[in-house]
């Protein structure tokens, strides 16, 4: 019973809410093991309350126990908490509603790499053999365009060329939510667009394929978000950095409030929907500050 729920759950993310797949594959993994899991305890206590505390208590501590974080158990019970308020809804449902605790968790301070070893990436010092050739030149503008947009790999993934403003340097980007926000592109960028495009001509035509994708696999097809992630952390080893998309990302936001740029500027370039999301920055650049102070001040305390 409570499986077909979840699938139509599923489906409403899909259908009503506009999800992504990304995030409708989370509450998947999230919800389906939760299911399979009060499933059992009804078929083995028939006589217990559908909604007993015990059952959810019960499942916490399994989940704990085998070393899953308190940030991944707040996320299932935020996941949670919208699948009952969806189950409220429907008929018959009400008696699997339970009541959620609030898990209190430390947030983590996001990784960038100083603004330094981030200017590294643009000078072509790296082990890369030919580096006029299209993959060569498609990973360092992926590179580019994660740190100098603050795009996230999935956005980076779907832009295609209709999304791209030469004459005025502007990107339109479709983010969480299918929320379309629109970012700049700084000159050196958009010269080195000029030359991927021109390149990328020449790679679809010796492919013969034909797509709208802005970034192209060795099949000259759109690339995958796991080819995102393996090109970028292979471009990043060869210049001697262990970075994610999601590192320059927080490279972008922290490098531009370390510059002055108003916070919430950067909360519309990264496209977050508050601003407390935007306001872990600060708390980046203020460890950044100490770290610093504790390194060229005689009285700092610092070796």
Avoid: C
Avoid at 249 to 277: P, Y
């Amino acid at each position: 019973m409570l499986q077909k729920a979840l699938s139509r759950f599923l489906t409403y993310l899909a259908d009503k809410r506009h999800r992504s797949s990304n995030t409708v594959s989370a509450y998947r993994r999230d919800l389906s093991a939760w299911v399979a899991f009060l499933e059992r305890q009804h078929a083995d206590q028939p006589h217990a309350s559908r909604n007993d505390p015990l059952f959810l208590r019960l499942y916490l501590r399994q989940r704990s126990q085998q070393g899953v974080s308190n940030r991944s158990i707040a996320r299932f019970l935020s996941a949670l908490s919208s699948f009952q308020k969806f189950l409220a809804t429907e008929p018959g449902h009400k008696p699997y509603i339970f009541r959620l605790p609030r898990i209190r968790f430390q947030d983590e301070l996001p990784s960038f790499v100083p603004q330094v070893e981030a200017s590294r990436l643009f000078e072509h010092g790296n082990a890369r053999e030919n580096k006029r050739s299209y993959a060569y030149m498609r990973d360092y503008l992926m590179v580019a365009l994660l740190y100098t947009a603050g795009l996230r790999r999935q956005e980076l993934a779907d832009l295609e060329l209709s999304d791209i403003d030469q004459g005025r340097g502007l990107l339109t980007v479709v983010g969480k939510g299918n929320k379309e926000r629109v970012v700049p592109v700084g000159d050196a960028t958009l010269d080195d667009l000029k030359t991927y495009l021109s390149l990328r001509d020449l790679y679809i035509s010796e492919k013969g394929t034909s797509t709208s994708a802005l970034f192209l696999n060795r099949s000259g097809r759109p690339l995958s978000i796991r080819s995102v992630n393996r090109l970028v952390s292979k471009y990043a080893h060869d210049e001697g950095l262990t970075l994610t998309p999601h590192t320059l990302r927080h490279s972008f936001a922290t490098h531009l409030l370390e510059n002055g740029a108003d916070l919430l500027l950067i909360k519309e370039l990264l496209g977050h929907s508050s601003l407390s999301t935007t306001q872990k920055y600060t708390h980046v650049s203020a460890e950044s500050m100490k770290k610093t102070y504790r390194k060229a001040h005689p009285r700092a305390g610092g070796e």
